[in-house]
């Protein structure tokens, strides 16, 4: 009997002709060095004072725990590379596994997450304020630092205009800088001279208490600056032998980048004069830190360089964000949740240009609104980790699906998944909610816009019974909506009707039982509408 296709895909004939067109010139060296340059962007400029902001020196523990976060949900999104390699993967995974509302409200916060780029560019306005004051004044892009951050969007895309070959090599070279100019800035401050018990002075390791370092995952940027280390999976569908070089250059980027924060966020703490530490590390505010902090102890051929890399990292950073925005626009085309005239890949280059010139346009849209760098990457890291949740559900309704059938383990499965899957997302949703209220009560509706979406999307295109497919994606709406109660309810910017430490321990109890909702609906999607 032959295998029924999903609705999702009854326009496979096309969609696959568009896919044939991708050019697999990826190998693991090139993967590997996409995958660091997405992570290594503006977070490193910015990230260390922001963290030490929030949290003081307990600021080291949220990048470790960070770390293993993306080494959970690199596991995770590992698997679903190796053996379901696509173009634009993590648009196409929640699609498949959970259904249309799923893949609309996932797509449309990968969509929402192209800010991530407008931040990289913001970044650079305001390292190079420095030089044209004009650029950026009171934390936010002035109208002519607007105009400039345009015309650099508009050549970052017309780079990628061309075959990924040449992108690969492009950006190789950026990245060999990218990597130079953290490890000096690293070895020359510490070279300058260190404070002795500075990670106890000043109030303590923890000045602000513990559950500060939580709100600097993404309050603080951490979340945003180590994103980023998915980028190899966006490109699987043009990689040379996926299963084998996709892991390794995933798990690869991960652990070099977080050595490098690690050191950054060390040498910033043992760095700053006390002279600027009579109100606290809260009180240590530079509109370019590592550039400003060479300035104050006479570094000024490291600060000459930090304002060049500040345009080289970041510009790096959004080069490659352009790129993969790119991917996701052409996978949400093939979703239907766009218009499939953005899904046309150029026959010569392989590149999906139409949806360059629709992401340029959303680029600019982003910076608009928002003021600077940390405004929006508040924001973004609480749509990075809905879209790490929805991947851990992902694969684990694949192998529910795939025990159910008594199909044997594919080649490319990961160890550990089965447990690692719901482990990482509890730890995607409690990241979320410590980001706090104030970030929650704008990200989360905006998310759920992709509700209305969803039902305008149906009317358009043949789909499952509309009961059934609400049924099926119903766990993700309930679990964003009790996420924005609890958050209002608890400590994190909340009203503090639930007290602390009873507050995360709810939220994990409550992403753990919609966990397994989410992966029985998914198995009950996955009989009806086997993914290929």
Known sequence: MAQQQPAETAVAPDVRAEESRLRKDLGFWALTAIGFSNILGSGWLFAAMYAAQTAGPAALLSWIAAGLLCALVALVMVELGATRPEGGGTVRWPLYANGRLVGTVVGWSVMLSVGGTAAEISAIMQYAAHYVPGLYREDSITAAGLGVATALSVLLTALNWFAVRMFARMNNLVSVFKVVVPLLTVVALFLSGTHSGRLTDHGGFAPYGYAACLTALAGGGIVYSVNGFQAPLDFSGE??????????????????????????????????????????????????????????????????????????????????????????????????????????????????????????????????????????????????????????????????????????????????????????????????????????????????????????????????????????????????????????????????????????????????????????????????????
Do not use: C
């Open 239 to 532: 990689a040379r032998n996926p299963r084998r070089n996709v892991p390794a250059a995933v798990l690869t980027g991960i652990g070099l980048a977080v050595l490098v924060y690690l050191g950054l966020q060390l040498a910033f703490l043992y760095t700053v004069p006390d002279s600027l530490l009579a109100h606290g590390w809260q009180g240590v505010n530079f509109e370019s830190p590592f550039g400003q902090l060479a300035l104050v102890l006479n570094l000024h051929w490291l600060a000459t360089l930090l304002y060049a890399d500040a345009v080289v990292s970041p510009g790096g950073s959004a080069y490659v964000g352009v790129a993969i925005d790119a991917r996701h626009t052409y996978a949400l085309s093939k979703n239907g949740l766009l218009p499939r005239f953005f899904m046309r890949i150029d026959p010569r280059s392989g590149i999906a240009r139409r949806a360059l010139v629709l992401n340029l346009a959303v680029i600019v849209l982003f910076m608009l609104p928002f003021g600077g760098w940390q405004d929006i990457v508040s924001v973004m890291g609480d749509m990075y980790l809905i879209i790490y949740a929805a991947s851990a559900v992902a694969v684990a309704s694949f192998r529910a699906h795939d025990r159910e059938r008594g199909v044997p383990l594919a080649e490319g499965r990961m160890p550990g998944v089965r447990w690692i899957a719901p482990v990482s997302f509890a730890v995607a949703t409690e990241f979320v909610y410590w980001s706090g209220w104030d970030d929650l009560r704008l990200a989360l509706p905006l998310v759920l816009i992709g509700v209305p979406l969803f039902l305008l999307q149906r009317r358009r295109t043949a789909g499952g019974p509309p009961a059934e497919e609400l049924r099926q994606g119903a766990w993700l709406v309930f679990h964003l909506a009790a996420l924005a109660l609890l958050s209002w309810l608890g400590t994190f910017g909340g009203s503090g009707h639930l007290p602390a430490p009873y507050d995360s321990l709810v939220v994990g109890v409550v992403a753990f039982a919609v966990f397994g909702w989410a992966v029985r609906s998914g198995a009950a999607h996955l009989r009806t509408n086997p993914a290929h």
